[in-house]
């Protein structure tokens, strides 16, 4: 099995194999969770045994972790069931590791309840390329990222939110004739001059980021990635 780093910012860079691969420790005081999520959750206790981190390995770490959000910023916190969201392709918080979202919600259940039901779960494409199958995932290994651009942040909104109607009401919110054309992601995507005024908001909350699975990053630290250009 190939090798499985997951990334940090400072000190916690120094700590990328052996956090991570640590057995989890799970609250097991209540029931399972109700088998009526509506997102399939794979459940990954960790690998056992560490690695020594060399310093070029070290270096290829401090590339990654340029604009990954561990603020908190991604917390999904509307209703009882509670779950952080990374913009790498990660639900979940690492619970148990010494990380700096390990101690936000990971499907915690009821909420504010501090019973975690979740380790993380993460985004898996399959396709052929070149008529040989491949996969990008961001979970266990990270072959889903965020690029270097500082507006590749999470974004939060929520229905009725300014510049967020959709359809059945109006939903051309900036009147040039085109419907939630100018998604949430900080760029004035149809280049009106205007940032972010008329897209889409689904729900109670929302939670919007941007990431690919060729960054430059991703074959860095997984030579063996072979990116389908998501």
Excluded at 59 to 78: F, L, P, Q, Y
Excluded at 84 to 98: D, E, L, M
Excluded at 170 to 181: H, T
Excluded at 188 to 204: L, Q, T
């Amino acid at each position: 099995m190939r090798d499985r780093p997951h990334v940090r910012r400072g000190r916690f860079r120094d700590q990328v194999a052996a956090e991570c691969r640590r057995p989890c420790q799970f609250d097991r005081r209540s029931p399972l969770l109700p088998a009526c999520l509506l997102f399939s959750i794979l459940l990954f206790p960790g690998l056992a045994g560490g690695r020594t981190v060399d310093p070029a390995f070290a270096a290829k770490v401090k590339e990654m972790e340029r604009i990954w959000v561990w603020d908190g910023s991604g917390i999904h916190n509307v209703g009882n069931l509670q779950i952080h969201v990374c913009n790498w392709g990660v639900f979940g918080s690492y619970p148990g590791r010494q990380l700096p979202i390990s101690e936000f919600p990971s499907a915690q259940w009821p909420a504010n309840s501090g019973v975690e039901y979740l380790y993380t779960a993460g985004l898996w494409v399959g396709a052929k390329k070149g008529g040989i199958p491949v996969v990008s995932t961001a979970t266990p290994d990270i072959e889903f990222r965020p690029s270097s651009d500082p507006l590749q942040k999470i974004y939060t909104t929520f229905e009725g939110a300014p510049g967020g109607s959709r359809l059945p009401s109006p939903a051309d919110d900036d009147k040039d004739g085109l419907e939630d054309e100018d998604w949430l992601n900080g760029v004035d995507d149809d280049g009106d001059g205007r940032i972010d005024e008329d897209f889409a908001a689904i729900s109670n909350q929302m939670i919007v980021c941007w990431y690919t699975d060729d960054d430059p990053t991703a074959t860095q630290v997984n030579p063996e990635h072979t990116p389908l250009h998501l």
